[in-house]
């Protein structure tokens, strides 16, 4: 647990500083904003703690537009309720009141590094899949991860990071697909100061970041094959250049990959280099998809529902069994992550003293797992017909528009979620909206709201 402490160490940060590294957090200081951004690029840092009375709104700005994601916690005299409000709105996500509470920095420290994905399983399924992760984790070996979009392949690349002798150092995820292609390469090795536009000061990437821990590479089937050939050369010499460095910089990780694509495949489709497949794939975890592994169904059910209640400030109950039949017979094809959204729906709309089937919805509310009559199927043949007469007469690029632009809107400009349901890359999906927003046409971006813009 790295903490960077931002202002001038009077009593009570002095104070704040010991009992943080009294609970085994490793604590640099820094007297102002300027010098705390340098010491995050050269360094990182899990979380800051900052003086009120600095520029809290101009810290989380610069965090911000260097794509830094490291949690903001204000500090301050405890009378200064105004200053607390306005430190939160500037972007701080909690406030510490000063003098210090032992147990209050303690409990901030645990939720930082405590992992919240709490790892659920009971399925023989995925029993299996564990305990061979249990039994590569303490190796040096890079594991490959692989499943279908929402099984939790993140999750298991943290258990496996947790049962490592490296569970006390940095975990670093890097979402490979969610990273415009242009800054990829920055945000993974780091850059020097003018290295190109708007690189104003030396930063640290991903790998010296995550040095003597573990650094996750998540979709990685998303990375350019360009960018490949550098990372191969990463793993192997365990050194990496800078973007606009002169000298290579050592590092020491372990390295884990997740993708919901059959990498073997897009290595005969030579969009991923098959030298870097075989240095990542040493160990195989393939995660079943829920579907697969039905007794973890209920399990997972029963937690989500515990853990949201207390969430929400709700007492927790447990599910009907009507509940619990619905959830079970759903096909879940968003898998863990759609169970999970399910049910935190449930909790909150929940009336009686269990969660009932009626609370089990879909986000627009509709009941899932609608019945299959003959009538149903008689009415999806019947919209199946005329979906097929509405594409007679049109070419296939403005199906193919009119399928990505629709499936965009319905993900509310989400370019990740999209592409991963019309099963293509971001990269591809990027391309084509460029195309359709030079058309003149216009392009949901996220939040849903239409625009003109071309997504960069």
Request: with cysteine; glycine share 8%; proline share 4%.
């Amino acid at each position: 647990m790295r903490l960077l402490m931002i202002g001038r160490l009077n009593g009570e940060l002095v104070t704040a500083s010991k009992i943080a590294m009294q609970r085994g957090a490793a604590v640099t200081q820094a007297d102002a904003v300027p010098q705390g951004l340098t010491v995050l690029r050269a360094r990182g840092a899990d979380l800051i703690m900052i003086d009120v009375g600095l520029d809290i709104r101009a810290l989380v700005g610069a965090l911000e537009a260097e794509r830094i994601r490291t949690p903001v916690i204000a500090c301050g005299v405890a009378a200064d309720a105004r200053a607390a409000v306005a430190a939160i709105q500037a972007g701080a996500k909690e406030y510490i009141p000063l003098p210090p509470d032992p147990e209050l920095i303690a409990a901030v420290l645990e939720a930082v590094t405590s992992d919240s994905r709490t790892f659920v399983w009971r399925d023989p399924a995925m029993e299996r899949v564990v305990r061979l992760a249990d039994q590569v984790a303490r190796s040096e070996a890079s594991v490959l991860i692989t499943g279908e979009s929402g099984t939790g392949k993140e999750v298991l690349a943290r258990h496996v990071h947790q049962k490592s002798h490296r569970a006390q150092k940095p975990f670093v995820s890097v979402n490979c697909a969610a990273i415009p292609e242009a800054l990829l390469e920055s945000e993974l090795f780091g850059h020097e100061k003018g290295a190109f536009t708007g690189a104003v000061a030396r930063r640290i990437g991903r790998f010296e970041e995550a040095n003597g821990g573990t650094l996750l590479l998540d979709e990685i089937s998303e990375m350019d094959v360009r960018l490949q050939s550098k990372l191969l050369r990463a793993l192997q010499e365990r050194v990496i250049d800078r973007v606009g460095g002169t000298a290579p910089v050592k590092v020491d990780i372990r390295v884990l990959a997740t993708s919901n694509r059959n990498l073997a495949e897009e290595v005969r489709k030579g969009t991923f280099r098959e030298d870097l497949f075989y240095r990542l794939n040493v160990v195989h975890l393939r995660l079943p998809a829920l579907r697969e592994r039905p007794a973890d169904i209920l399990e997972l059910a029963a937690h989500f529902a515990k853990k949201y209640a207390a969430v929400n400030g709700l007492a927790p109950r447990a599910l009907s069994a009507e509940a619990r039949t619905l959830v079970t017979r759903n096909p879940w094809r968003g898998n863990v992550r759609e169970l999970e959204n399910t049910l935190h729906r449930a909790v909150l709309l929940a009336s009686g003293p269990e969660i009932g089937a009626e609370a089990i919805l879909t986000p627009e509310g509709d009941a899932i797992g609608p019945a299959d009559g003959p009538a149903t199927r008689a009415a999806q043949a019947a919209q199946a017909a005329d979906a097929a007469r509405g594409l007679v007469g049109r070419t296939v690029a403005e199906v193919e528009r009119d399928l990505i632009l629709d499936t965009l809107d319905h993900c509310l400009g989400n370019r990740t979620h999209a592409a991963k349901i019309l099963g293509i890359s971001i990269r591809t999906l990027r391309n084509k909206l460029n195309e359709y927003v030079e058309a003149g046409l216009e392009v949901a971006e996220p939040g849903g709201v239409r625009a003109l813009a071309a997504y960069g």
